[in-house]
């Protein structure tokens, strides 16, 4: 029997209870064989919140057998869509019940905001589920004409498998949800490996799912390092496809393993260096508060960040000085404060390589123009950093940082912003501000990116489809296309009057 | 302006409880009484005795309605409501549908005068089934973005039409209604909806759950009323832009000319069956009795798919009606709301008058009756089902759609010879196959002329998959995603981002 923890929630006197097991086959076991644990920071304190079980390759190979047992009894083709249906959408019903609980947890373990977490992460996240709950029962194949005088020639939309999921610790609650939904309504099992950095609401959220009535081994729960159970799940020959959601470096880990096992399918979705580009017919206000937004919403731990940003030259100067008012208005700060309108980045590790990057901007030779400057108190805080006068060259510019942190360029032709903007091996997404409708079609024609935000940033729905392009990933999640990422179809073909002449 | 009130209290076998509820006119969110103050008699059929009054709508309201439904169009719902919010509400109606389950049941029972039981093992779960499905497709319409050149950008909308008139009949009251009320709302249209005269009660019990789930007044609008006022008032309305009616072909046909006479509203109809059910040989004789029972008995026999031709391949033909008539000898005729009834009274006086017409003129015309042909009782409408053998391609009883309790059975050899019968007729509603040769099972499928072909299964159906007749039995189909497409106009955008002329 593994441990409950109560985790103090802050300004209040109240508790949370978060099991540190292994959540496998609906119940909450310790390891099989290792007594490794995890430790679990606050990042606004820099203090352990709880140990929790780390997964050796073992309780890998324990969770993928529970789900492949579910798949082929209880769930996959054993269950209804209507069913599936029923139990996303009672599974949404609790998040919601519990939206506040939830929230202090995210808030204590990834540093964010309690109000951006329940309001945003979760709210998105109830609807994210309640949506692929309505796809469940309309996951349909198609008939084919073929010869129509003795064939019927049909497909069959099956759900592939054993899924391993391995989600990252940006939006703990949102990725778990972008993953879980689609797979569940298509009927795949899930293992899911949420970040060791990040695992308390996967876990808090693995006793929802038993709430809700899905039977054992349909979603497993197993936090362990991305070097054990990362690598145990693509490397497994009993999972059947493996979704990430992390860094380019550790998505190519990924897809070698698949390759080199089962060739298990792989969806990935990886980082971004995404290019914000404003042109001069713009607004200007309205178009630096959507570039704060950009790079600042979840302290800039988000693969869509706009990292990047190419202010026309007629506007530049003016331009770069309301975006630096607008950054200094939001205020990083803890959490539970309710003026916070972002929080730490999420650990020490994360902290120590942004402020490498800002060290680089600065003797690469870009100009500060604000922030860049690391604070006196606790916590693993960066405030609002913007970089002017940049090239091409710089690391800055090259390479994700996953932080507040922001490089802004000039240029002075449409081709120049396009051609500033593709340079890049990412291909994530793009934004752009301009009054002009011809030249917003152009633009966005020509970016090479998943996502293009015309006059707005950031903003996704769980309708509308999501990815990479070029090395940013494979596959698409949300919308209609995430199905796609869980489905293998099955053509039949049905003789039912053709007869075969032999010989040929 | 008071609105009439149903108080009933249930003390039966199979269901105890109170319902009260308001019946008047429903518009805007609220209920009234009708324009002209005058009410409609509800029947029980069990005993023709008046269960309550309920509010009579004239065209005058008809008007109101439309009204109401264009402003809530144009304010409050259509596409200023993002899909996952109408999704919302109806998945919201859902639950409460869910929430008075058996008292809508119970409702469903007391009005048409189906048993208590089937309401709650068909009726209901298909009614409330349908509300949830078309409540996950609210957020999912989706137009199409399709290449043309490099200077323009074009992409197709589907729009609600705005206000849609939809006229359902009273052989499943709460099922058609759901059926008409899922894809409209989903899609975003404002409704005038107008309910049977003879089985209203239901449908007025969802006004208070359409309140209580949410939905903005004026959203969906109900008005009780009779075929040739109010039915002939939607479908002559100027600004109605689209109707949808299920109910008789000769009907159906007076629908789709007053609409073509007013403002060419688009026009989907459900319309009437004569449906074949065709037996083979090698059909699991045990089994083909029970669909073939269920096909015609279900509902007694008020459905528009019913299997009301009974084609059975002379191999098999003595063993099939010795053991069909011991079935049809077996069902239980009773009150709806005792627990062991199978089958309650006609819905009306004169829907029994009708049935029991055409059973007079199957006699007449020298059919045989093999089980049957006479009243149930002394009070109420009920019809002992009725086997007809012996019977003429020309007879009525084999031509026309009786919708009662009344089969025919005719015995076939070829199967050349039996589907040309099965498809001489001018209906296209259904049709079922059994036989143990799947081959010959599919390839009927594939050559009866109808909308929908059960193989080894009658009157079987699911919400999402779509039903819909060939020929004079309807336009366009109910059910599944291809509903959708009765409710949405397309809409080309054609954004012209450089092309100079």
């Known amino acids: 029997m593994a441990n409950v923890v109560q985790i103090a929630v802050p300004k209040s006197n109240s508790s949370i209870a978060v099991p540190t097991g292994l959540f496998i086959d609906n119940e909450f076991v310790p390891s099989v064989d290792s007594k490794e644990t995890i430790k679990v920071f606050n990042p606004a304190t820099e203090s352990v919140l709880c140990e929790i079980t780390a997964a050796s390759e073992k309780d890998i190979d324990v969770a993928v057998a529970s789900s492949r047992k579910a798949f082929r009894t209880t769930w996959g083709k054993n269950v209804t869509g209507v069913e599936r249906s029923r139990l996303i959408n009672k599974l949404a019903d609790l998040i919601e019940r519990d939206a506040q609980t939830l929230a202090e947890l995210e808030s204590l373990n990834n540093g964010k905001p309690v109000k951006v977490a329940r309001d945003f992460d979760i709210g998105d996240s109830v609807g994210c589920l309640r949506y692929y709950a309505g796809w469940a029962d309309k996951i349909t194949g198609e008939s084919i004409e073929i010869d129509r005088k003795t064939k019927v020639a049909i497909t069959h939309p099956e759900p592939i498998g054993v899924c391993g999921q391995i989600i990252p610790w940006n939006y703990p609650i949102q990725m778990w949800a972008w993953k879980v939904a689609p797979a569940l309504a298509v009927g795949c099992t899930i293992v899911m490996k949420p970040s060791e950095i990040t695992p308390l609401t996967a876990l808090k959220l693995s006793e929802l799912v038993k709430e809700a009535g899905f039977p054992p081994g349909v979603l497993n729960t197993v936090p362990s390092l991305g070097s054990v159970g990362g690598a145990a799940l693509s490397l497994h020959k009993d999972v059947d496809k493996v979704a990430f959601t992390g860094s380019t470096i550790t998505g190519r880990k990924i897809m070698e393993a698949a390759a080199k096992s089962n060739l298990k399918k792989v969806s990935l979705e990886l980082g971004g260096k995404s290019p914000h580009i404003v042109f001069e017919s713009a607004d200007i206000d309205q178009a630096a508060n959507w570039a704060a937004l950009g790079i600042l919403y979840n302290t800039g731990q988000d693969c869509t960040a706009g990292s990047r940003l190419y202010v026309q030259d007629t506007i530049y100067d003016k331009f770069l000085a309301v975006l630096a008012g607008k950054a200094k208005e939001l205020i990083i700060g803890d959490g539970f404060d309710e003026k916070s309108g972002g929080g730490p980045v999420v650990s020490k590790g994360q902290y120590d390589r942004v402020w490498n990057y800002i060290e680089a901007g600065k003797k690469a030779g870009a100009r500060v123009v604000c922030g860049g400057e690391k604070r006196s108190t606790p916590g693993y805080y960066v405030d609002a950093t913007i970089f002017a006068d940049i090239t091409a060259d710089m690391k800055i510019v090259q390479e994700e940082i996953f932080g507040p942190v922001l490089s802004v360029g000039k240029f002075h032709t449409e081709d120049e912003a396009i051609a500033l903007a593709n340079d890049t091996t990412y291909g994530l997404a793009a934004g752009l501000h301009s009054t002009d409708a011809a030249q917003c079609h152009r633009v966005s024609e020509a970016l090479e990116a998943g996502t293009i935000w015309i006059n707005q940033y950031n903003l996704l729905y769980n309708n509308v489809p999501f990815g990479g392009k070029k090395q940013s990933g494979i596959g698409r999640e949300l919308g209609r296309n995430a199905l796609d990422e869980y489905i293998s179809v099955k053509a039949v073909h049905w003789n039912y009057g053709e007869k075969l002449d032999w010989p040929l | ?501």
């Not at chain 2, 006699?363 to 093999?370: E, T």
């Not at chain 2, 040309?420 to 049709?431: E, M, P, S």
């Not at chain 2, 336009?475 to 009765?486: D, F, I, K, P, W």
């Open chain 2, 1 to 501: 302006m008071s609105t009439t009130t149903f108080y009933h209290e249930f003390n039966t076998p199979g269901y105890k409880g109170k319902v009260s509820f308001p019946t008047g006119v429903f518009i805007n969110g609220k209920f009234s009484a009708g324009g002209d103050r005058t009410t409609i008699d509800v029947i029980n059929p069990t005993n023709g005795k008046v269960i309550t009054k309920v509010a009579e709508g004239t065209p005058a309201d008809v008007d109101r309605a439309v009204k109401a439904a264009k402003r809530a169009f144009h304010e409050s719902w259509g596409l200023s409501v993002p899909g996952a919010e109408r999704g919302k509400l109806l998945a919201r109606l859902a639950d409460l549908m869910d929430e008075h389950f058996n008292e809508l049941a119970a409702l469903e029972a007391l009005d048409n005068g189906k048993t208590y039981s089937w309401a709650r093992a068909a009726d209901l779960p298909l009614s409330v089934g349908t509300i949830r499905y078309y409540a996950g497709w609210a957020d999912k319409i989706h137009g199409q973005v399709i290449e043309t050149s490099e200077d323009k950008l074009a992409y197709t909308r589907h729009e609600p039409f705005g206000v849609v008139g939809q006229i359902i009949p009273w052989n499943f009251p709460l099922t058609m209604m759901s059926m008409k009320l899922g894809p409209a709302l989903a899609t975003g249209n404002a409704i005038v909806l107008k309910p049977s005269e003879f089985t209203p009660l239901t449908a007025l019990r969802m006004c208070s759950l359409i309140n209580e789930a949410g939905f903005p007044p004026g959203t969906v609008n109900v008005v009780v009323g009779y075929g040739h006022t109010v039915g002939v008032a939607i479908s002559e309305h100027m600004l109605i832009d689209k109707v949808s009616f299920t109910g008789s072909t000769l009907v159906g046909r007076k629908i789709m000319e007053a609409a073509a006479k007013s403002n060419l509203k688009n026009v989907t109809l459900e319309l009437g069956g004569k449906s074949p059910n065709i037996i083979f040989n090698d059909a699991e004789l045990e089994s083909a009795v029970k669909w073939a029972s269920h096909g015609i008995f279900y509902n007694h026999g008020q459905a528009c798919s019913a299997g009301s031709r009974i084609f059975v391949q002379s191999g098999i033909y003595d063993s099939f009606l010795k053991a069909f008539t011991e079935k049809a000898l077996s069902l239980k005729l009773g009150d709806p709301f005792d627990t062991d009834s199978y089958q309650g009274p006609q819905v009306s006086q004169a829907q029994y008058d009708r049935i029991m017409d055409y059973i007079d003129s199957g006699k007449k015309q020298g059919a045989k009756v093999h089980v049957g042909g006479e009243r149930h009782g002394n009070e109420g409408y009920w019809i002992q089902p009725t086997i007809f053998t012996e019977t003429k391609p020309e007879m009525r009883i084999v031509q026309e759609e009786i919708f009662g309790p009344v089969g025919v059975v005719i015995k076939f050899e070829d199967e050349a010879d039996v589907l040309r019968q099965a498809n001489d007729t001018l209906y296209g509603l259904a049709a079922a196959v059994f036989t143990n040769d799947i081959t010959r099972g599919i390839q009927f499928a594939h050559k009866l002329e109808a909308g929908t072909v059960w193989v080894n299964c009658v009157n079987h159906m699911h919400p999402n998959v779509p039903f819909g007749g060939y020929k004079q039995s309807g336009v366009g189909r109910e059910l599944g995603e291809y509903a959708l497409n009765n409710y949405t106009n397309v809409k080309a955008v054609h954004v012209n981002l450089g092309h100079t002329i």
